[in-house]
């Protein structure tokens, strides 16, 4: 076996990225330390040193694609033009495309196994404060026209981003078709009245559901 | 024998035998830990030991991945 001298960064990186893969395409109860050991030419020894469990790890690589996905959204948001409702149309947009790829599909699915909800629930946690800045400063845009009014953008961006992604996330509630829509139908209005937003001016949501 | 030897079988055995690995590779790292520190904590002779694990490399990779 080769061994290559790596500084501790990107070795890390390294197995988060050879681990995400695995867990993707072998799931992530059969993928195995060896698995990632034969993937990287590292001994086991070194991958117990930078994450001391399975578990460890899934949450690194969790992490990562999460900071990647609020990259993506961060870069989207700073290149669009408009007002607040147009650019909150856009982000919810881009947010809806990403979740059907199929990468996501896979990691998501493996996700919602029940041995994984604890994961599953910090995934969604840390999903709801990396991105809430970015709502945060739309609906304070959204201010600044005078088509909103909150006092606690950041609060507010939590709450509702908390309400709607825990609320319809099907792999916490197995809602029936007609419960889940139930909850889509009220979203709208529920988001108008915490900003004081126009009636109607986010029925955009339900295309995007 | 001036260590009394645990005479426990079974999974709380292998349990305590991961238990103290984990304890083993946290402080000294996995290079540096031998099967012989090893029934040192855990009071067992080798022969109890490979009955669970057939390696201290399989030892690590159950630690790692079981919960």
């Given at each position: 076996m080769v061994r290559v001298v790596k500084k501790p960064d990107e070795r890390r990186a390294d197995i988060i990225a050879a681990a995400g893969q695995l867990f993707l395409s072998k799931g992530y109860d059969s993928a195995t330390m060896k698995d990632v050991m034969d993937h990287l030419h590292i001994a086991k020894g070194t991958i117990y040193h930078y994450f001391k469990s399975k578990e460890e790890l899934l949450e690194a690589v969790i992490t990562s694609v999460a900071e990647d996905e609020l990259r993506r959204r961060k870069a989207l948001v700073d290149s669009m033009d408009g007002s607040a409702l147009e650019r909150?149309?856009?982000?919810?947009?881009?947010g809806a495309d990403r979740s059907r790829e199929d990468d996501h599909e896979a990691l998501l699915e493996d996700l919602h196994k029940?041995?994984?909800?604890?994961?599953?629930?910090?995934?969604?946690?840390?999903?709801?404060t990396m991105q809430a800045p970015i709502y945060a400063a739309l609906f304070e845009q959204g201010c600044e026209e005078g088509i909103f009014t909150v006092a606690r953008p950041l609060e507010c961006a939590e709450f509702l981003l908390s309400g709607i992604q825990f609320l319809t996330d099907m792999?916490?509630?197995?809602?029936?078709?007609?419960?889940?829509?139930?909850?889509?139908?009220?979203?709208?209005?529920?988001?108008?009245?915490?900003?004081?937003?126009?009636?109607?001016?986010f029925s955009f949501l339900l295309k995007y559901r | 024998m001036l260590?009394?030897?645990?005479?426990?079988?079974?999974?709380?055995?292998r349990g305590r035998i991961k238990e103290a690995a984990c304890a083993l590779f946290d402080a000294n790292g996995f290079d540096n830990t031998t099967v012989a520190d090893l029934l040192v904590q855990v009071r067992i002779d080798e022969q109890r030991f490979?009955?669970?694990?057939?390696?201290?490399?399989?030892?690590?990779?159950?630690?790692?991945?079981?919960?």
């Open positions: 909150l149309e856009q982000l919810i947009a881009a029940p041995a994984n909800a604890g994961m599953h629930i910090r995934l969604l946690a840390k999903v709801v792999g916490i509630y197995g809602w029936t078709p007609e419960q889940l829509e139930r909850r889509w139908q009220a979203f709208p209005q529920l988001i108008e009245s915490q900003l004081k937003a126009p009636q109607g001016s | 260590i009394k030897l645990q005479q426990e079988d079974g999974p709380e055995l490979y009955a669970y694990f057939r390696s201290l490399d399989e030892l690590l990779e159950a630690v790692w991945s079981e919960l």
